[in-house]
């Protein structure tokens, strides 16, 4: 997995030391050997990962990640800060910084390059959901807020068969108002995830981690748990399980003894990160949604219907129904285009109402609607246009003050495969058109001796 990293350091032997093990192993390397350099190197390269020392002279690693993490262009970048401190204190003053780990120095190979794959795994999702979504900001699509940095009210899974680590787990996150349920077994713990209803599991390593290293694997395969986070608690010996967990998709881990501050810290930022994937995803379906969707009815556009009705027509019968409200220039000239909007919405909901749950309706252009009535004999899909047109004659819209007849003709037409939907909406507005011709406020079927398109 190549990456561009960047690597900072006051000293320069450290840098050169770390920027050849690095690129042993095919990742590019970006150095800086101060603190503001970094900021400056970070904001125009815009690094995938960054190794950051935590003490430097003037602006330290604690003030450039604070720095990182409040601007927009860089706040999803991955922080490793590398030092030589080991106090617990210090861990957590660098993590409420926005950090997502600690090397100590000298650094481990095996663990940096571990946490730098596991970084990186998680943020090419990111980066895919974030394109996505700066995509729909791009076509006049909203963006939400971002998560709140409280995680108050977020669901974590405890699983471990310590009963004195579990509740020592569940007291320190249940101070940040987490909702904490506990497990201790495997199967357990895959029946409660499986509902997809939590932001955070912890999973406690025993002195024989096979199995929960099989359980943090499992959990990656499945839909409901493929982006859970997973925060490992093991002992210091377990380094080496803990970094095949990294590599089977394990997201952060603690080292016993747990330090209640420390485990706190580590479940915020990723109950954080957990929360904003999930507002790019929800970003994404309502771009996709809104992609088909009109935007004065709330129905489905024209886009929509036509491909939906081309995939019918490869298997089954169906009818296509043109719904055209009568007269409604004169609605617009006489009442004014808020009024016709209104009009518009109104009979869209009418349309809803009326139609099955299987069967689509869409704003076809204008004044037109087009519902496709999936496996509907004609003789059914004609009654339906005629409930449709009386469901709509038989109340005027209403608006404000202001009563508004509305009346519809409809067009019917049905195929099956080896029509094409073009064809058979040409049959429909042919049978609309004679609709309109002879009075409107009626529901024709159409003739197939009249289809014009036939050969």
């Not at 990742?27 to 800086?32: P, S």
């Not at 939400?144 to 899974?157: C, E, I, K, T």
């Not at 002992?235 to 016993?256: E, S």
């Not at 220039?329 to 285009?337: A, E």
């Amino acid at each position: 997995m190549t990456a561009r990293i960047l690597a900072v350091d006051d000293i320069a032997a450290n840098l050169r030391l770390l920027e050849a093990k690095l690129q042993a192993e095919y990742y590019e390397v970006l150095l800086a050997s101060s603190g503001p350099e970094a900021l400056t190197v970070a904001f125009t390269q815009m690094p995938d990962v960054i190794l950051l020392d935590v003490m430097m002279p003037g602006m330290d690693g604690y003030e450039v990640c604070r720095a990182l993490k409040a601007d927009a262009r860089t706040q999803h970048i991955p922080v490793v800060m590398v030092t030589a401190l080991t106090d617990s204190t210090e861990r957590v003053r660098g993590l409420d910084a926005g950090a997502d780990d600690f090397l100590s120095k000298p650094v481990d190979d095996a663990t940096l390059f571990a946490r730098l794959r596991a970084l990186l795994r998680v943020k090419q999702v990111q980066d895919a959901w974030r394109l996505r979504s700066e995509t729909a900001r791009d076509l006049g699509i909203e963006s939400q807020p971002d998560p709140l940095m409280s995680v108050a009210g977020a669901r974590a899974l405890v699983m471990g068969d310590r009963p004195d680590e579990v509740q020592a787990v569940r007291e320190a996150l249940e101070a940040d108002a987490v909702v904490v349920t506990t497990v201790s077994s495997i199967d357990e713990a895959q029946r409660e995830l499986a509902r997809g209803e939590h932001d955070l599991a912890l999973l406690a390593l025993p002195e024989d981690a096979m199995d929960v290293l099989r359980l943090a694997s499992r959990l990656r395969a499945q839909n409901a748990t493929r982006d859970l986070p997973l925060l490992l608690l093991a002992d210091p010996a377990q380094k080496m399980q803990v970094l095949r967990g990294f590599d089977l998709g394990a997201n952060d881990h603690a080292f016993r003894p747990l330090d209640p501050n420390e485990l706190r810290a580590r479940a915020r930022n990723q109950i954080r990160r957990r929360r904003y994937q999930e507002r790019l995803r929800l970003e994404l379906d309502r771009s996709l949604e809104m992609a088909v969707t009109d935007q004065l009815t709330g129905l489905r556009n024209r886009r929509y219907v036509r491909r939906h009705l081309d995939g019918l027509l490869r298997t089954e019968e169906a009818a296509v129904l043109i719904v055209d409200i009568d007269k409604f220039k004169l609605i617009n000239d006489t009442h004014g285009h808020n009024i016709g909007d209104a009009a518009l919405r109104d009979v869209a909901e009418r349309l809803k109402i009326q139609l099955r749950a299987a069967d689509v309706v869409a704003r076809y252009g204008g004044e037109e609607f087009l519902a496709v009535l999936t496996g509907a004999p004609a003789g059914y899909a004609l009654a339906v246009a005629d409930r449709l047109r009386e469901a709509i004659a038989s109340e005027p819209v209403l608006t404000g003050n202001l009563t508004v007849p509305i009346t519809v003709s409809i067009g019917v037409a049905v195929g099956g495969p080896g029509i094409t939907s073009e064809r058979l909406i040409g049959m429909a507005d042919e049978a609309l058109y004679r609709a309109k011709r002879d009075g409107r406020n009626r529901a024709y079927l159409a003739d197939p001796a009249l289809d014009k398109s036939a050969v």
